[in-house]
């Protein structure tokens, strides 16, 4: 990470405001590490001279989150999850911290938590329909789409004044909210299975994600 930043500050000079890495709290386990750079501003040819660097990282990191100066300021109230990950998780490795001064609304929270759970919850439905159904396609499905209801789960024990930073997420939200999330347990404990058992899993997946729509229509009504 330091000669990437070393790499984007000799590049970019003043105009690099800031360089982090994301997805280091409750997310840690899923082994996916986030880098988030803020320029000045940007245009097409500074996504191409970050790619040009990034290329050589791309094993070790994800997509980069490239966003101008005032980008999350103005996206506190639509991104009100992914900006709270962020304020609260993120490790700043170059500059300013971005979301120091940031404040997210409960309101603004909820409607994003609705939005984002029902959505989520059909674009899973029809991925299932849509795509091969092999253990590849399944597991991606499975293991991408967790990350998205990880969040959420957070976000709903957030609105009950309780705030999980680490691996035992899972584990308070069935307390809480007295609900059994076995699926979602295998996914985060088992990165790998057998297909059978994978199919089995991701039924009953699909069926705890719908039971959190549930819950969160008592909750945010």
């Known amino acids: 990470m330091d000669k990437f930043v070393e790499i984007l500050a000799g590049h970019f000079q003043d105009r690099l405001i800031s360089v982090g890495l994301h997805n280091v709290g409750i997310t840690s386990f899923l082994?996916?590490?986030?880098?988030?750079?803020?320029?000045?501003?940007?245009?097409?040819?500074?996504?191409?001279?970050?790619?040009?660097?990034?290329?050589?990282?791309?094993?070790?990191?994800?997509?980069?989150?490239?966003?101008?100066?005032?980008?999350?300021?103005?996206?506190?109230?639509?991104?009100c999850m992914e900006i709270l990950e962020l304020k609260e998780n993120?490790?700043?490795?170059?500059?300013s911290n971005p979301f120091e001064d940031l404040e997210v609304k409960n309101d603004d929270l909820r409607r994003q938590i609705e939005y984002e759970l029902r959505s989520k919850l059909l674009i899973l439905k029809g991925a299932f329909v849509d795509l091969p159904l092999d253990r590849k396609v399944v597991d991606n499905i499975a293991y991408r789409s967790m990350y998205n209801f990880l969040l959420i789960l957070r976000?709903?024990?957030?609105?009950?004044?309780?705030?999980?930073?680490?691996?035992?997420?899972?584990?308070e939200f069935e307390k809480t909210f007295d609900v059994k999330l076995e699926a979602f347990k295998i996914l985060r404990d088992s990165p790998k299975m057998g297909f059978d058992k994978l199919l089995d899993v991701f039924k009953k997946y699909l069926k705890e994600v719908e039971e959190l729509v549930e819950i969160s229509d008592k909750i945010l009504s």
């Open 155 to 171: 976000n709903l024990l957030r609105l009950k004044g309780k705030l999980i930073n680490d691996a035992t997420l899972i584990d």
């Open 31 to 79: 082994e996916n590490n986030g880098i988030f750079i803020v320029l000045d501003r940007v245009d097409a040819e500074d996504l191409l001279n970050i790619k040009r660097v990034y290329t050589k990282y791309k094993k070790k990191y994800s997509t980069p989150i490239v966003v101008n100066k005032n980008f999350f300021n103005k996206a506190a109230d639509v991104f």
């Open 90 to 95: 993120a490790k700043i490795v170059y500059g």
